[in-house]
């Protein structure tokens, strides 16, 4: 089957199974006089494209995807994502959402051949970039890149107001709901551990930063951190031809569990969410706990090069600048550098996101919902947000923003509610159901009244009554 029969395949099996074809969700009216949208996604990664597919596979299509990078460039895949391919086993289903024709072993067979998946052992990230490209063209969701959301506040008639940048253009759209399936940075930032991010630029970076390799050359690297993304950096600057590279991790040795493969069943996918509070909080307390395991290639990535060395049970006191190197407090001993690259993860901190600043200090943490017993506390785990059953946003204080609870996230963020939902793309295919299931609950009871209306005023007949004379003829 050639790509162009697999695109036609997709089309007919997604005509197929769409019942029942009416339209139903009713139009709104913005303060600007047109026609309100029914949900915003904002987001045009593989979270994004997956919610408006499972929008329009329910009848939802008033919807507009927008999304701050160029087109192709969405997500991490051809940007700050450093690994060879995906983590995943290449036979996870993602944004297919349960469509055979649409999963990327079809896209994959279709564009290489069957023998070629068989023999493929995982996945180039090059690739799942294209892929999902794939989707979003046969799926027909329209991006609109280079748009950034930078306000959200509450409109009249229970619309939300988004402000947006295209290019130099600023304007305003009416929405009903609003989808943050913004990736990573959803509720915060990528953070530095103390004192490195008063480095001088030219000395330090994040992870997820544009970062020069080839002007480490010859240099001596520090990458913080031991899960997944700081093996990919430190692979990075060793195959750059860094002088040395020392991966810096806080425990007595790296993480080699991954916790994501074992929760990678449907029953915990579907019905964590359903957990009581302090059974959520103690799985998550020890997932995230382990943080993300990396795989023997990206292990392997780092051992071959003589001038690697991970460097155990070294938690950085702090960090200044003695002349034109770096040097890391790691409480036994001092590590000089000529380069830091931090990967120790996102910090939860609302206020970092100026689409939330209006209402960040009403966004519910999970401290605010839930103590833990003292053996489990976990300082990291208390700021995450804490959302209701449907992804969305609770308040702190009740009252004060009532609006926000049709703003919906679908991100990392929503893990310790929803375990690995909005981040993983094994979770999609339980995950996006149960998001877009909350979406058309609240457009449909949203405007029961009208339903009921219409209702009522339903009279197309199914049938003609005649005379019996039309049938029996005397």
């Keep these: 089957m ?50 408006a597919f499972g929008l329009r596979r329910a009848f939802i299509p008033n919807v507009m995807v927008i999304d701050s990078a160029p087109y192709g460039k969405e997500g991490p895949w051809l940007t700050y994502a450093r ?6 086993p290449k036979d996870y289903t993602g944004p297919d959402l349960d469509v055979p024709s649409m999963t990327c072993q079809s896209w994959y067979e279709a564009k290489f051949g069957k023998q070629e998946w068989e023999e493929l052992c995982m996945l180039p990230k090059e690739l799942w970039a294209e892929y999902l490209l794939w989707v979003r063209k046969v799926a027909d969701i329209p991006v609109q890149n280079d748009t950034t959301l930078l306000d959200l506040e509450p409109a009249e008639h229970g619309l939300i107001k988004a402000t947006i940048k295209y290019h130099d253009s600023v304007r305003a759209v009416y929405t009903r709901k609003v989808v943050l399936a913004t990736g990573q940075e959803s509720m915060g ?15 330090r970076a994040r992870a997820t930063d544009p970062i020069d390799f080839g002007a480490l050359k010859g240099k001596d690297v520090v990458v913080i951190g031991a899960g997944a993304s700081a093996f990919d950096n430190a692979a990075c600057a060793l195959e750059a031809g860094a002088a040395s590279v020392r991966l810096l991790c806080r425990r007595l040795e790296p993480q080699v569990v991954q916790p994501y493969r074992w929760l990678t069943f449907r029953g ?83 206020s970092l996101r100026p689409e939330l600043r209006r209402f960040a200090d009403n966004i519910a943490r999970w401290q605010d919902k839930y103590v833990p017993s003292a053996d489990e506390e976990n300082d990291r785990l208390k700021l995450f947000p804490y959302l209701d059953a449907g992804y969305a946003f609770v308040e702190r204080g009740a009252g004060r923003s009532p609006w926000i609870r049709n703003i919906h996230l679908f991100s990392i963020a929503s893990t310790v509610s ?6 993983s793309i094994n979770a999609m295919t339980t995950a996006i159901p149960k998001l877009v299931s909350a979406l058309g609950k609240d457009l449909f009871c949203g405007d029961i009244e009208r339903y009921w209306d219409s209702l009522k005023a339903y009279d197309v007949p199914q049938a003609i009554l005649k005379p019996r004379s039309d049938y029996i003829q005397d």
């Design 83 to 88: 690994m060879h391919t995906i983590r995943n």
């Design 189 to 203: 930032r990528w953070g530095y551990p103390r004192g490195v991010e008063e480095l001088p630029t030219k000395h």
């Design 268 to 350: 915990f996918i579907r019905h964590f969410s359903d957990l009581s509070d302090s059974w959520r909080w103690r799985f998550m307390d020890y997932i995230l706990g382990l943080r993300e395991g990396f795989t023997q290639q990206t292990y392997d990535r780092c051992m071959i090069h003589r001038s690697f060395e991970v460097v155990s049970n070294a938690s950085i006191r702090n960090a200044q600048m003695i002349g034109d190197k770096v040097v890391l407090d790691i409480g036994a001993d001092e590590i000089a550098a000529d380069f830091v690259i931090s990967a120790v993860g996102v910090q939860m901190d609302f």
């Design 2 to 51: 050639t790509l162009e029969e697999l695109e036609y395949q997709v089309r007919s099996d997604l005509d197929k199974i769409s019942h029942p074809k009416m339209p139903w969700v009713l139009p709104h009216t913005g303060q600007d006089g047109n026609q309100a949208l029914d949900v915003l996604v904002v987001g045009g990664g593989q979270s994004g494209l997956a919610t």
């Design 418 to 423: 929803f375990g690995p939902s909005g981040s």
